[in-house]
Each structure stands twice: as structure tokens, then as C-alpha cells.
């Protein structure tokens, strides 16, 4: 599924209506962006038949049954669409107010990882509560577009200043993005390398630091690789 993020920063297309007799404005509710929407149906449509093509017959093997891991695909899509539609009810500064208990959250978990006796062998991803097993750098992917949604939102007018603007954000992430590389999860990584550039790139960074932020993550991936 897909996550979206509402800040007070929004494109000048985007149908707006007063919000108060100050002057402020707010986005329409019930606006939906149709190319946005387009991008997530086929993302999910891809998804679909990439389940269905890669666990067909692993599923036959183990479990005699086909369609197993696929059904298994259909529940989570359901579990993500609820979970879509609830966070599309909260209104966004509700989001601003947990980004930093949530990005902190994100942290912790990525640090217990590490603890002796919570991840066994060498790999050390996953924190075991009995019969759940939860992944904490799935959690910090969601924290992470989080934070910087809030953070470039105000920093909106001065996203050209590399120190200002970036910097602060790319020494934050590193830093989660570093924890995630050493459990060692180099899809996870990348996942919040490209939410990171992504996300500047709509803020307003310059092209010629975002191309030099691309050459120094194209070397640490080979490096990693």
C-alpha cells in the first residue's frame, strides 16, 4: 500500500478553501488526486501478479495449495486498505505532533535489535513478542517520510540552502539508514534512501546537490553490495 503524507506545503494546483479570517489556508476534504491514485491501483496491480507468479508453485510444494500465499496477499491488502483509509482521517497536524515520538520510536526499535538475546545468529532484524515477530525498520520507513514531511514543510522557503535545508535531514536519516544497513537489511536501506530523495526533490532542493547526493548513495550501495 502506500502512505501519504498531508503537510501545510502543497502544490498551488491543489483546490484550497479558507480555513479561518486570518488569511490561512486548507486542502478541500474529499479531494482525491487521481494521478496519485492511478500510481497506487497499479503499483497493487503489479503486486498481484508478481505474488501470484512467483508463489504459485512454491505454494504447491509446501503446502499443496496454490493460491496460499496469494489469499495471504489478499488479506494484507485489506489490512492496508483499512489502515490507508483510518490514517486518511487524521488530520495532519495530529501527524506533526508524533512525528519526533514516532521517528524516536523508530530508533529504539532499530537499537533493540541489537541487545543480546532479542535476534539470534547473525542477522538482526526482527524483535520476537511470543507469537508476533515485528520488524522495526518497516516502522522507521513510515517514521522517517514522517519527519521529513514535517521538517521540509518548514523549511520550505529555504530548501535551497544545502545547510539549512538538507543537511540537518540527511544527517537524521543517515543515521537511520546507517543502524538499518548493519542488522543487515540493504533492501530496507535503500527503500529509505529513495523516500529521503524523493522527498527533497518535491520540497525544492537543488538539482545539482540532489545529483550529488545520488553519487555519494550510488558508491555506498556498491560499497555495501
Known amino acids: 500500500m502506500g502512505v501519504i503524507v498531508?503537510?501545510?506545503?502543497?502544490?498551488?494546483?491543489?483546490?484550497?478553501?479558507?480555513?479561518?479570517?486570518?488569511?490561512e489556508h486548507a486542502i478541500r476534504r474529499?479531494?482525491?488526486?487521481?494521478?496519485?491514485?492511478?500510481?497506487?491501483?497499479?503499483?497493487?496491480?503489479?503486486?498481484?501478479?508478481?505474488?501470484?507468479?512467483?508463489?504459485?508453485?512454491?505454494?504447491?510444494?509446501?503446502?499443496s495449495d496454490p493460491y496460499r500465499y496469494f489469499w495471504k496477499h489478499q488479506f494484507a491488502l485489506v489490512l492496508g486498505g483499512v489502515g490507508l483509509t483510518l490514517a486518511s482521517l487524521i488530520p495532519s497536524r495530529m501527524y506533526q505532533r508524533i512525528a519526533?515520538?514516532?521517528?524516536?520510536?523508530?530508533?529504539?526499535?532499530?537499537?533493540v535489535v541489537f541487545m543480546p538475546g532479542v535476534s539470534h545468529g547473525k542477522v538482526h532484524r526482527w524483535i520476537h513478542l511470543g507469537p508476533v515477530n515485528f520488524q522495526p525498520s518497516e516502522l522507521a520507513k513510515g517514521a522517517v517520510v514522517l519527519y521529513l514531511a514535517m521538517a521540509l514543510a518548514k523549511k520550505a522557503e529555504r530548501m535551497t540552502d544545502f545547510v539549512y535545508g538538507i543537511l540537518p535531514q540527511l544527517i537524521v536519516t543517515g543515521a537511520v539508514i546507517l543502524l538499518?544497513?548493519?542488522?543487515?537489511?540493504?533492501?530496507?536501506?535503500?527503500?529509505?534512501?529513495?523516500?529521503?530523495?524523493a522527498l527533497l526533490f518535491v520540497a525544492g532542493a537543488r538539482l545539482r546537490h540532489l545529483g550529488?547526493?545520488?553519487?555519494?548513495?550510488?558508491?555506498l550501495f556498491l560499497c555495501a553490495a
Do not use: N
Open 30 to 63: 474529499g479531494v482525491i488526486d487521481s494521478w496519485f491514485l492511478l500510481a497506487v491501483v497499479l503499483l497493487l496491480l503489479i503486486g498481484e501478479v508478481m505474488v501470484f507468479s512467483t508463489s504459485f508453485f512454491a505454494g504447491s510444494e509446501r503446502f
Open 6 to 23: 498531508l503537510t501545510d506545503a502543497v502544490p498551488r494546483s491543489w483546490p484550497r478553501t479558507p480555513a479561518s479570517s486570518t488569511g
Open 180 to 197: 538499518i544497513v548493519l542488522e543487515p537489511d540493504l533492501g530496507g536501506a535503500v527503500s529509505v534512501s529513495l523516500a529521503l530523495f
Open 100 to 111: 519526533y515520538p514516532f521517528l524516536l520510536l523508530a530508533i529504539l526499535g532499530l537499537v
Open 212 to 219: 550529488a547526493l545520488a553519487l555519494c548513495g550510488l558508491v
